[in-house]
């Protein structure tokens, strides 16, 4: 049993991990993402704050873990298969391992909170 407590001030910014064959487009796309850790496995959880510009687009895809997004400022055309839905401040997505989703950020950029039950292992939608 255990406290771990990460303190934002302290926390690290970084890019994503990113899965072998993306494309330049991809690749610089995803170099526009800034992600903080903020839980690396404590307690069973690997979570960020993520923010990312004004219109980014993220392509299909999946994981194989679970991932809870709450968004904390601007919002996102998030789509889980089931047909665009804009997401915004305090709006949420819990997403099912497996599931493709992607999702486009509004015109003011998106900041959410990401949860995820896994390290990131992430697939492009084929």
């Known amino acids: 049993m255990g406290v771990t407590v990460t303190m934002s001030a302290e926390a690290p910014w970084s890019t994503p991990r990113l899965p072998d064959g993306l494309t330049a487009d991809q690749i610089a796309r995803a170099a526009q993402v800034r992600r903080q850790g903020i839980a690396e ?4 959880f690997f979570a960020s704050r993520v923010v990312m510009p004004a219109g980014l687009v993220t392509d299909p895809h999946h994981h194989d873990h679970s991932e809870l997004i709450v968004v904390l400022d601007g919002s996102m055309e998030f ?3 089931g047909g665009p ?7 949420s997505a819990v997403i099912e391992a497996g599931q493709v989703y992607g999702f486009t950020v509004g015109g003011h950029g998106v900041e959410f909170l990401l949860v995820r039950t896994a390290l990131a292992t992430s697939r492009l939608a084929t």
Not at 41 to 44: K, V
């Open 85 to 91: 839905v804009v997401l915004s401040e305090h709006d």
């Open 41 to 44: 496995g404590a307690g069973g």
């Open 79 to 81: 789509d889980g298969g």
